[in-house]
C-alpha cells in the first residue's frame, strides 16, 4: 500500500515538471532551471533547508550533465 501512495506521489511530481517544462518551450531552459524544478518538488515532499536544496541540486545537475 506505502509503494503504491509513493508511486502515486512520483508520477506527480513528474507531471508537474512535465507542465512546467511544457510552459517554458518558448524559452530556453538550462539545466540550472530543471534541477530548481526538480529540486523544488523534491523539496514539498522533504523539506529542506536554503544549503541542502543547494547540494540537491549541484548533485542533479552533475547527474544530468553526465548524460548530455
Do not use: C, H, W, Y
Not at 32 to 55: H, K, R
Request: hydrophobic residues 45%.
Amino acid at each position: 500500500m506505502e509503494n503504491s501512495r509513493g508511486e502515486a506521489v512520483t508520477a506527480a511530481m513528474f507531471q508537474t515538471i512535465r507542465e512546467a517544462l511544457a510552459e517554458q518551450k518558448q524559452n530556453t531552459i538550462s539545466v540550472d532551471d530543471v534541477t530548481a524544478m526538480i529540486a523544488g518538488q523534491i523539496g514539498q515532499l522533504a523539506p529542506m533547508d536554503g544549503e541542502a536544496a543547494d547540494l540537491f541540486q549541484k548533485l542533479a545537475k552533475k547527474m544530468i550533465e553526465q548524460f548530455t
